[in-house]
T-cell receptor, first 115, second 117 residues
């Protein structure tokens, strides 16, 4: 069975500093996708970044990058130059190609950016 | 494009009542999903559809039903509401090629907050 683990329930970061949010996963599928979503206090789910299991390079999207270590089964999100608007819940998720690409979500990390 | 829209935004039900949560997307996505999010938790899949007329169960389907008669719409039906169904419900869609690439990215609606008393 697929599983996503986010071990940091909450984190603080100083504004303008970088922060890493941890995500480990477990799957026996050779092909899968890894996603990060942001959920601000308003409640919507905002897509941030995607990493495919066969991608050779780490994904980047603006201030977001994904530190993908396949052998360790980790897919950590790195946010550079944190902003106050980055304060939110962050969810790591994995897709399953043989189940309608359903997403399995981790429990989330609450990030709080200090001014 | 409006993206994924959901109605209503909020709803309070009494135990045993029924209701339908509406979801529509205008991105011509073939895959659609219903998730629920309980307080302080990640999302769990209720049902999904890979195209009009095709639906399948997810992790937590008990107490729910779905239908997909068109590409655009994917309503979720609660027949006999129970307090355990108090949750935030998210609809999502993607243009999936089942190849495990970025096109599988799911885009979410704003959610429906449901309380069953």
């Amino acid at each position: 069975a697929q599983k996503i683990t986010q071990t940091q329930p909450g984190m603080f970061v100083q504004e303008k500093e970088a922060v890493t949010l941890d995500c480990t996963y477990d799957t026996s599928d050779p092909s899968y996708g890894l996603f990060w979503y942001k959920q601000p206090s308003s409640g919507e789910m905002i897509f941030l970044i995607y990493q495919g299991s066969y991608d050779q390079q780490n994904a980047t999207e603006g201030r977001y990058s994904l530190n993908f270590q396949k052998a360790r089964k980790s897919a950590n999100l790195v946010i550079s130059a944190s902003q106050l608007g980055d304060s939110a819940m962050y969810f790591c998720a994995m897709s399953h190609n043989n189940a309608g690409n359903m997403l399995t979500f981790g429990g989330g990390t609450r990030l709080m950016v200090k001014p | 494009n409006a993206g994924v829209t959901q109605t209503p935004k909020f709803r309070i039900l009494k135990i045993g009542q029924s209701m339908t949560l509406q979801c529509a997307q205008d991105m011509n996505h073939n895959y659609m999903y219903w998730y629920r999010q309980d307080p302080g938790m990640g999302l769990k899949l209720i049902y999904y559809s890979v195209g009009a007329g095709i639906t399948d169960k997810g992790e937590v389907p008990n107490g729910y039903n779905v239908s997909r008669s068109t590409t655009e719409d994917f309503p979720l039906r609660l027949e006999l509401a129970a307090p355990s169904q108090t949750s935030v419900y998210f609809c999502a869609s993607s243009y999936s090629t089942a190849s495990g690439d970025r096109t599988d990215t799911q885009y979410f609606g704003p959610g429906t907050r449901l309380t069953v008393l």
